[in-house]
């Protein structure tokens, strides 16, 4: 390990790995500094197809290939008897890609941070960043090792990509409130023995307690399967209390899951997060930039977490880089407004799915085929494509088409 590099970085999860990758084909030293020791345990196992465009970019889909992760090519919505599927070859865009695959992330994020190794990246383990200063020209970064002690390395940018441990929000008072209402996950994997070939290849979302809950499937290539359920922090308690027995109960019983996790041996104690939505103040400044779940996560309902990881990650490393070389460049607009952009489209999607407005489109009696195609693009991750009317005009055609719905079935209008 060096004391200077042209860029350190805090948090070797996707967004980290992604940065320190793109980084280094830019020709920049690169440092990551992570607290845990890979591989570890990490929710949000289900990718978005949009990943793999920078995948590609960065020439890592032989390396993700050769893992034989399963397969994703769409996603399944319940509620009771009605089902709405998105197929990914049934995009708006026939370019879009039509598949991704859903990851046990302790592997996932290993394989991404040993390519940046591979590739030149210095990477150290237990490495908790203890203070940072930050000016226009020069990063100091200090941190607490097991075996070395404590130090201090500097760059000439720094990258937060520390998840939810959101180095430089605590240490910068960056925190801020997150418009989302409260809510939490209670999980776990468990043997996958009933799996059908169907049920057995995307993830499955089954909405329950009338709308307030939703219960979530997915398959790994390994016979394994990830469940967990979502709602209010409240009933997650209730569910994670007593050695989570209310969730073992609702896996042996909710109706809606046919017995397929019935009687099911789990492969570790169900484990519960609350009130995980988050946001900052600024995704940037003087000398610094966050990305991934540093910056904001909203829900796990359409599985965004590690495409925003991805996406914000390589956006910033390649303004980084611009930036080092002496480009001009423009941090609010061609950053933190085009990351708030996807985000947002996302919200509009998140919150119509708790309120209802995306169960009336989803679950309608008669569905538009041109118009599935293109929410099924949006789910695909493709939020930036403003070609796209569900995405350009996101939160005003997903209201409107949810009234029309609600009109043409008889139903009394419930959206203002």
């Known amino acids: 390990m060096k004391t200077h ?6 948090g070797a999860g996707p967004a980290g790995s992604i940065a320190a990758m793109k980084l280094l084909k ?3 030293s690169v440092l990551v500094l992570e607290k845990m020791i890979f591989p570890r345990f990490v929710i949000g196992e289900s990718m978005l197809p949009h990943i793999m465009d920078y995948l590609k970019d960065l020439d890592l889909l032989d390396v993700m290939e050769t893992q034989k992760y399963q397969v994703k090519d769409g996603v399944s919505f319940y509620d009771g008897e009605k089902k709405c599927q998105f197929l990914f ?3 708006v865009n026939k370019d879009y890609w039509k598949y991704t695959w859903q990851v046990k992330r302790a592997d996932f994020d290993s394989v991404l941070i040993q390519e940046a190794q591979k590739r030149g990246a210095d990477v150290l383990f237990e490495a908790a960043v203890t203070a940072v200063e930050t000016t226009e020209k020069k990063q100091t970064v200090h ?9 201090t390395v500097t760059s000439d940018f720094l990258l937060d990509a520390s998840g939810y441990g959101r180095v430089l929000p605590r240490l910068k008072d960056l925190e801020a409130p997150s418009s989302a209402l409260p809510r939490g996950a209670v999980f776990t994997h468990i043997k996958d023995i009933n799996r059908t070939t169907d049920a057995g290849k995307n993830i499955l979302i089954h909405v329950f307690r009338d709308n307030t809950a939703w219960f979530w499937s997915i398959p790994f290539a390994d016979g394994s399967c990830s469940v967990g359920i979502v709602s209010d922090v409240d009933y997650i308690k209730d569910c994670a209390a007593d050695d989570a027995k209310e969730f073992k109960r609702l896996l042996n019983e909710l109706p809606e899951l046919e017995g397929r ?4 041996e789990l492969l570790f104690p169900p484990k519960h997060i609350l009130s995980y939505s988050i946001s900052v103040k600024q995704l940037y400044g003087e000398g610094y930039a966050l990305c991934g779940n540093a910056t904001e996560f909203l829900d796990p309902t359409f599985s965004s977490g590690v495409l925003f990881a991805v996406v914000s990650g390589y956006k910033a490393a ?3 880089a611009k930036q080092l070389n002496g480009e001009k460049v423009d941090w609010e ?7 708030k952009q996807g985000i947002n489209v996302f919200r509009t999607y998140v ?3 708790y309120d209802g407005r995306l169960g009336t489109i989803f679950f309608a009696k008669e569905r538009n085929e041109e118009i599935m195609k293109q929410i099924c693009s949006v789910l695909a991750g493709y939020v930036w494509d403003d070609s796209n009317p569900f995405v350009k005009k996101h939160d005003k055609v997903v209201t409107s088409l949810a009234k029309v719905i609600q009109i043409n079935e008889g139903k009394q209008v419930t959206y203002s």
Do not use: L
Request: charged letters at 20%.
């Open 5 to 10: 590099y042209d860029v350190a970085i805090i």
């Open 26 to 28: 830019e020709g920049k």
């Open 89 to 91: 070859n049934n995009q």
């Open 143 to 151: 941190f607490e090792h097991p075996t070395m002690g404590n130090q």
């Open 261 to 264: 996790f019935s009687n099911v």
């Open 318 to 320: 390649e303004m980084v």
């Open 333 to 339: 607009s061609d950053y933190s407004n085009y990351m």
């Open 351 to 353: 919150d119509g799915w």
